[in-house]
């Protein structure tokens, strides 16, 4: 959370960092998306109590050793965003030894990861000078990959490009703030510190197509809004998951969810005589077959225990013949 100074007065926000990815032919439109989204917060964030960071590793990156310099703008720049904003032309960059390119690496390890991805090509014609019919050919078939796999958007200048990140980050805001609620039925509000590190769903529909998408169990929590207590969330899940590393070891081996029991399909994950006086958590592998399933146990050092205990369990059965 922020303490964002104003003119006249002072608002407590929300901030999310969005990581700005492209290749090297289109520095004016990074540069402009930047901007346009210090604009957008000029506009929203008192509104909506949400600030948005632009990020960009030339900006956010120091100088390190010791691996390859896109693992070390994955694991020190994008691994902490929440959107990313992706942005072709005429190139798709070079590759990486481990995908078509830096841009394109970036891109599927925030898809890995369950964060939001945004991606626009641009239509403006190309001078003949820079016209390179390799990557213009790289470019088309990862363009039309990605027009399979979700909904992408084209541009015909940075104006437009521009218009179109600010209503796109309204619309993601939006979907932000049912993350904070957890439902539009929820009885009380998801308190404003979060359980997980990182992104995590409220969703279960996202949270299952997250999970088989990218082949990673499904760490699910399972609450009652309207309970009084609210199943003893707050207690139970804020000891189960209090030390930092049982939060690394479930951000890095899991989707993470936390799931209203009255959203669509969640009870049926909750055995028949289970009232959610406390809540439950389910480990489900991509297939949907439940690993494990217990009442969250509001103890630190059992929460380590058992998250360990599921990732090792994951493991024997990723590897059994």
């Given amino acids: 959370m922020l303490l964002v100074q104003r003119p006249f007065m002072a608002f407590t926000c929300e901030a999310r960092q969005v990581f700005v990815a492209s290749p090297s032919d289109v520095l004016e439109e990074r540069t402009a998306v930047a901007q346009a989204i210090y604009e957008w917060n000029d506009l929203h964030a008192f509104q909506m109590s949400l600030v948005l960071l632009p990020v960009r590793w030339e900006t956010h990156a120091a100088p390190e050793l010791g691996n390859r310099p896109q693992e070390i703008i994955n694991k020190r720049v994008l691994k902490d965003c929440d959107l990313l904003i992706g942005i072709f032309w005429s190139r798709i960059g070079t590759h990486t030894g481990k995908a078509e390119s830096g841009t394109v690496e970036e891109i599927e390890e925030a898809i890995k990861a369950g964060k939001q991805v945004l991606l626009y090509f641009s239509t403006k014609p190309v001078p003949q000078s820079n016209i390179d019919a390799s990557q213009i050919a790289r470019l088309h078939a990862f363009r039309d990959e990605y027009r399979k796999r979700g909904l992408v958007f084209d541009f015909e200048s940075v104006d437009e490009l521009c218009r179109l990140v600010h209503r796109h980050l309204a619309i993601k805001a939006r979907q932000i703030q049912t993350e904070r609620l957890g439902t539009a ?3 009380v509000p998801l308190p404003q510190t979060a359980f997980f590190q990182g992104h995590y769903v409220t969703s279960l529909q996202e949270a299952l197509a997250t999970s088989k998408e ?3 169990p499904l760490f699910m929590v399972i609450y009652d809004s309207k309970h009084p207590k609210r199943s003893k969330l707050d207690h139970s899940l804020g000891h189960f998951l209090e030390y930092n590393t049982t939060k690394k070891l479930v951000q890095d081996n899991f989707v993470q969810a936390l799931i209203d029991v009255h959203s669509e399909g969640a009870r049926q994950f909750l055995p028949a005589d289970d009232p959610l006086e406390k809540a ?10 439940i690993l494990h399933r217990e009442g969250v146990y509001a103890n630190p050092d059992e929460g380590l225990k058992r998250t360990r205990g599921a990732i090792e369990a994951w493991t024997k059965k990723c590897t059994q013949p």
């Avoid at 439950?280 to 077959?289: C, I, Q, T």
């Fill in 280 to 289: 439950l958590w389910v480990v489900l592998a991509p297939n949907g077959e």
């Fill in 214 to 216: 990218s082949n990673r």
């Fill in 185 to 187: 039925n929820a009885a």
